[in-house]
Every structure is written in structure tokens, then in C-alpha cells.
Antibody, heavy 120, light 111 residues
Framework: EVQLVQSGAEVKKPGESLKISCKGS????????IGWVRQMPGKGLEWMGI????????RYSPSFQGQVTISADKSISTAYLQWSSLKASDTAMYYC?????????????WGQGTLVTVSS | QSVLTQPPSVSGAPGQRVTISCTGS?????????VHWYQQLPGTAPKLLIY???NRPSGVPDRFSGSKSGTSASLAITGLQAEDEADYYC???????????FGTGTKVTVL
């Protein structure tokens, strides 16, 4: 079974750094793009960016370029989303999801989500 | 802000048919990129409902169907059931953004 399992909920203060993870299993991790999607409280889904673990090719939405860093460690089949200095506006649920085969394709499956709360 | 526009809400009685539109532009749907649909039940992660404009993954009831024409796409739910009450999102690729985009989302209410 193809599965993505994300790290647990985080509570951080503004200005702190954070790295959340997404571990893939049940498939060849290096052969599929992995993406990150943000959902702010009560709001819709936002496409943040994607990475191809095979060669670390990374693409960002213009809205998130420079705000977050997406990376992957193929030796442990894990993708990451990180912030160097969190803001209150980063409070959201973050989902990872696998792209079907090409970077223009659909997301399936999805991870369970990681809730990030940034508050002083 | 999203480049794919959906109605904020649609509603229908059990058994009825409802449709959700997804309006894009010449840089995404109109450029020939496929449209995909997701269902998000309250408090859960999104789930793929339709891929490649009109294809249903295994396990998705045939009450759900998708179509695409020009710069728009639609999701239809026939024989509406209480369990269909959820948020629905379309998704495509945008060449001007060089990345994927989601629709604004539509809440379906079963009366």
C-alpha cells in the first residue's frame, strides 16, 4: 500500500525555525514527485511546491518562493518542509502528497497532515 | 489568491443532482492542462475524486463525474447522499506560474 506518514503537530513561537517531515512507503520514493499543500484555518488548499527525490529537482509556487525550503533525503524516503523564521501567519495545516507521475499531474495519496501553530 | 474560481457553496436534497464549476484561463485549463477534483470531509485530508478531467479512481462511486470544456471544468454529483457533504476542490497546472493551482473550493450541503 502506498502511504505517506507525516510528523506530528508543532507549537512554535514567532522567529523560531521548524522542519516537518513526510515519509513515503510502499513505492519507489525516488521515482515520484512529492508536493506540499497549505491549508490555513477555515481556508482552501494552496499549492506550495514540489520535489523530485531522485535528483532533488525542486519547484516553488511564486507565493512561497523564499518563504520555505523543500528538501528530501532519499536514503530514508522522507521529504521535508522547513522554515528558518516562523511567523504567526504560518499557522496552518500542511499536507504532503505524491504526484501521479508528472509534475502537472494529480496528488494521490495524501499524508494525514501536520498542524503547525505559531503563537507567542 | 487562486486562479481557479469555484462557487463558494452548492446545496441539494438527497437524491438530487448538483454540479460544481471550476473556471480558469488560457494559462491553465484553457491551455489544455487536465483538471482533477478532490473531496475533503470535515477534519480529514483531501482525497482524490476525479483525475484527468473525467476518470474515477478505484473505489469512487460512479455518482461522481467530471468534464472539461474550454477554460472550465465541472464536477457532477448525482443521487446526492448525506455522506457527500464536504468541501470540493479542483486542481490544474498553470504555465504562467510554472506550478499547480487549486480552485477556491466549494462546500456541498445536503439539505
Amino acid at each position: 500500500e502506498v502511504q505517506l506518514v507525516q510528523s506530528g503537530a508543532e507549537v512554535k513561537k514567532p522567529g523560531e525555525s521548524l522542519k516537518i517531515s513526510c515519509k513515503g512507503s510502499g513505492y519507489s520514493f525516488t521515482s515520484y514527485w512529492i508536493g506540499w499543500v497549505r491549508q490555513m484555518p477555515g481556508k482552501g488548499l494552496e499549492w506550495m511546491g514540489i520535489i523530485y527525490p531522485g535528483d532533488s529537482d525542486t519547484r516553488y509556487s511564486p507565493s512561497f518562493q523564499g518563504q520555505v525550503t523543500i528538501s528530501a533525503d532519499k536514503s530514508i524516503s522522507t521529504a521535508y518542509l522547513q522554515w528558518s523564521s516562523l511567523k504567526a501567519s504560518d499557522t496552518a495545516m500542511y499536507y504532503c502528497a505524491r504526484l501521479a507521475s508528472n509534475y502537472v499531474d494529480w496528488f494521490d495519496p495524501w499524508g494525514q497532515g501536520t498542524l503547525v501553530t505559531v503563537s507567542s | 489568491q487562486s486562479v481557479l474560481t469555484q462557487p463558494p457553496s452548492v446545496s441539494g436534497a438527497p437524491g438530487q443532482r448538483v454540479t460544481i464549476s471550476c473556471t480558469g484561463s488560457s494559462s491553465n485549463i484553457g491551455a489544455g492542462y487536465d483538471v482533477h477534483w478532490y473531496q475533503q470531509l470535515p477534519g480529514t485530508a483531501p482525497k482524490l475524486l476525479i483525475y484527468g478531467n473525467s476518470n474515477r479512481p478505484s473505489g469512487v462511486p460512479d455518482r461522481f463525474s467530471g468534464s472539461k470544456s474550454g477554460t472550465s471544468a465541472s464536477l457532477a454529483i448525482t443521487g446526492l447522499q448525506a455522506e457527500d457533504e464536504a468541501d470540493y476542490y479542483c486542481q490544474s497546472y498553470d504555465s504562467s506560474l510554472s506550478g499547480g493551482v487549486f480552485g477556491t473550493g466549494t462546500k456541498v450541503t445536503v439539505l
